[in-house]
């Protein structure tokens, strides 16, 4: 019997949308019983947790057109001592933009390319077009569309671990 695949989501959320998507995510990776879902606030995610998962998800809010610091931190702390130890293990990444998210979605990107992760999905962004103080910094409630949208990559993802597609 082969060793059960464990999914990672790591996530960063401070107006409450980033975790929505995020256990939007969970929720969908959870129908797949042949794998554990893990998912982690990214201040409680370190290199143990990285090297005992096959595959990832990373979820941010877009912070001034970037990830999060808190995500950010945690990249940092994980980056170097899981280097060449998880090459070609798949990925995608969530985005909760107030704009476009799409330097966000660049900057894990470019991390993930640099641990040589494979991106299995475009980076899935939901725009909450919050631009004022105000609003940026408001509880955010996701649709449903776009919640559902995240159920989905989560299944995608823990049933392509489960396949052994990735």
């Given at each position: 019997?082969?060793?059960?695949?464990?999914?990672?989501?790591?996530?960063?959320?401070?107006?409450?949308?980033?975790?929505?998507?995020?256990?939007?995510?969970?929720?969908?990776?959870?129908?797949?019983?042949?794998v554990s879902v893990r998912l982690l606030h990214a201040a409680q995610a370190g290199p143990d947790e990285v090297l005992a998962a096959q595959g990832y998800l990373f979820a941010t809010p877009e912070n001034l057109a970037a990830i999060s610091g808190q995500l950010k931190d945690f990249f940092d702390r994980c980056y170097y001592p899981v280097l060449d130890r998880i090459n070609g293990r798949p990925y995608a990444s969530l985005v909760c933009?107030?704009?476009?998210?799409?330097?966000?979605?660049?900057?894990?990107?470019?991390?993930?390319?640099?641990?040589?992760?494979?991106?299995?999905?475009?980076?899935?962004?939901?725009?909450?077009?919050?631009?004022?103080?105000?609003?940026?910094?408001?509880?955010?409630?996701?649709?449903?569309?776009?919640?559902?949208?995240?159920?989905?990559l989560g299944e995608a993802l823990a049933t392509g671990l489960a396949l052994g597609v990735f």
């Open positions: 019997m082969d060793a059960p695949q464990t999914l990672l989501i790591v996530y960063h959320s401070l107006t409450g949308g980033t975790r929505q998507m995020a256990e939007a995510a969970r929720a969908g990776a959870a129908a797949e019983p042949a933009a107030g704009s476009d998210g799409q330097n966000a979605a660049r900057q894990i990107a470019r991390i993930a390319t640099g641990w040589r992760l494979k991106a299995v999905a475009e980076p899935l962004i939901v725009c909450t077009h919050a631009q004022t103080p105000e609003a940026i910094l408001a509880p955010k409630q996701i649709g449903a569309a776009d919640l559902e949208r995240c159920r989905a």
